[in-house]
């Protein structure tokens, strides 16, 4: 046994109505992944923040090496060799790659930059995560989610740090990029660096885990247990206070009627996908099954209107919606809930009833005037009927977990009396309890008559929602079967033959046993 790197001991955090952290306990080893494990609102965020040095705890004590310290600024905690990767990326999209690695660091000589020796510096941290192909010189903001992720973990590689926070840093990576993250990490452990990891994927915290803390309603309800031999039920019993089975919604008897509601027709998008085909009825759910990067995404912004289609029709009702005009879907009953909601389909500084009642504004208007009154009371309606937590419609809607800022996202569109409703990744980010509410309530729209098509990189989940499958490699369909005719091995073996890469895992290998946050 090791002394511990870090200790933190009765951490206690306070936000105006809200103790967020009450009494967290946590040690980290040199050389060690430990695991911090919770539902949304659990604390880890916070928890991860006075780490950082971004929050100062209200008490409790932090050791570093032994010795007791105050994290009082980020700087402070750099300082010590504590660097944070935050799922939300904090990275200024104006400034290059390199840039950004070096941002505050700056190299530099006789008071001068050296713009060539951050841009091979910048190169050789990158190569070493296996992404050589992402320039220095690029403009961040150009780059793809899963890029820039790299880029922010590039960053955190350069402190030099001895302890590395990583914030769900899966989450929009694929998975041969999440191997090379682990390779890194073992690379780090090794040298006796130490890694505090969050992950909502349990496969994971079993792979490259040590150790595992979990947290409960800002408490530390358990911590030091093996991330390998912990049983999962036990890890979810801990987490959520009871046993949660993962078991889907029964699937709907039969659909309202033969006539589609969504008929999409020899649509693509040049460069991206081709010639995809696919109805969905009232009462339907269907999934589109693939790869990151297989153009299941762009399928769903296409059908949307966020893109215009450069072929194909796109028919609602017999309707046919006009290309790339988003008015006109949402008009015609279309409505989306996209992969990152917190930057395209949120508000973030709103209240969670602006959120809701955006999409249906022209319902509380009246001579020219809003009625706040009115667009507060339908919002309540829809927070009662989704169990959205808390209930204070009022409230800025940042200040939500993942499971209810999604379903702030379905409450828009179920007020909106949408027709077809388009869910990418509905629960990226979501704990285990809000999943089996979110999907419980995606089968209660279906069963309303709305028609639902879902995306999602997890196998298991969209065979466990949809009635119908789409397989999609690289932009093309390769199959369509009923869900209950198919399996996790079958719609690996058709996306290895679309891809030409037989054998290469897929992301989200198992959520029926895997996800626990």
């Not at 194909?312 to 009702?317: E, L």
């Not at 702030?408 to 979501?430: F, H, I, K, S, Y």
């Not at 209950?484 to 290895?496: I, T, W």
């Amino acid at each position: 046994m090791t002394a511990p790197l870090l200790e933190m001991h009765g951490i206690v955090k306070t936000f105006p109505g809200v103790r967020a952290l009450d009494g967290v306990d946590l040690d980290v080893r040199a050389g060690e992944v430990h695991c911090l494990l919770g539902q949304n609102g659990a604390g880890k965020s916070t928890l991860i923040k006075v780490l950082a040095g971004a929050h100062q705890p209200d008490a409790g004590q932090i050791s570093w090496r032994g010795e007791p310290v105050r994290l009082t600024t980020p700087q402070a905690a750099m300082g010590l060799g504590i660097a944070t990767i935050y799922q939300e990326l904090d990275l200024v999209s104006g400034l290059t790659v390199a840039d950004n690695i070096f941002l505050g660091r700056e190299r530099s000589r006789f008071g001068l930059t050296r713009p060539a020796e951050a841009n091979r510096a910048a190169t050789a941290l990158l190569t070493r995560l296996g992404h050589p192909e992402i320039r220095p010189t690029a403009e961040v903001g150009s780059l793809p989610a899963a890029s820039q992720q790299m880029v922010s973990i590039a960053r955190a590689l350069s402190q030099d740090a001895q302890l590395i926070i990583m914030d769900e840093p899966s989450a929009v990576l694929d998975n041969e990029e999440v191997e090379r993250l682990f390779a890194v990490i073992r690379d780090l452990t090794a040298g006796d660096v130490a890694v505090v990891y969050i992950s909502h994927r349990l496969e994971e915290i079993r792979e490259i885990g040590d150790r595992i803390t979990v947290l409960k309603d800002g408490r530390t309800v358990a911590t030091g247990l093996p991330a390998r031999e912990t049983p999962t039920r036990e890890v979810i019993a801990l987490m959520t206070g009871r046993d949660i089975e993962y078991v889907f919604p029964d699937r709907a008897a039969g659909v309202r009627g033969d006539a589609p509601l969504l008929e999409v027709e020899g649509l693509g998008l040049r460069g991206t996908f081709s010639d995809v085909s696919f109805s969905v009825r009232p009462g339907e759910i269907v999934g589109l099954a693939g790869l990151v990067g297989s153009g299941r995404s762009e399928i769903l912004e296409t059908v949307y209107g966020a893109r215009r289609a450069t072929a194909g029709t796109v028919r609602v009702g017999g309707r046919r919606l006009r290309p790339g005009d988003v008015a006109t879907a949402v008009a015609a009953g279309v409505g989306l809930a996209p992969e990152e909601r917190k930057s395209q389909g949120l508000l973030l500084g709103e209240s969670v009833a602006r959120n809701i009642s955006i999409a249906s504004l022209a319902r509380f208007t009246r001579g020219g005037f809003l009625g706040g009154g009115a667009e507060r009371e339908a919002a309540r309606q829809q927070v009662t009927a989704l169990e959205v937590r808390p209930t204070d419609v009022d409230r800025e809607v940042r200040t939500l977990s993942g499971g209810n800022q999604q379903k702030v996202v379905l409450a828009r569109w179920l007020l909106r009396e949408c027709r077809v409703l388009l869910l990418d990744e509905p629960t990226r980010g979501v704990d285990v309890g809000a999943r089996s509410e979110i999907y419980a309530l995606v089968r209660r729209l279906a069963e309303s008559g709305v028609a639902v098509v879902v995306v999602s990189s997890e196998i298991p989940e969209v065979l466990g929602m949809a009635d119908r499958v789409l397989v999609v490699a690289e932009g093309r369909v390769l199959a369509e079967e009923p869900a209950d005719a198919l399996d996790e091995h079958r719609v690996l073996d058709l996306v290895m033959e679309g891809t030409g890469h037989r054998g290469a895992p897929l992301t989200g290998a198992s959520q029926h046993e895997g996800d626990v946050a």
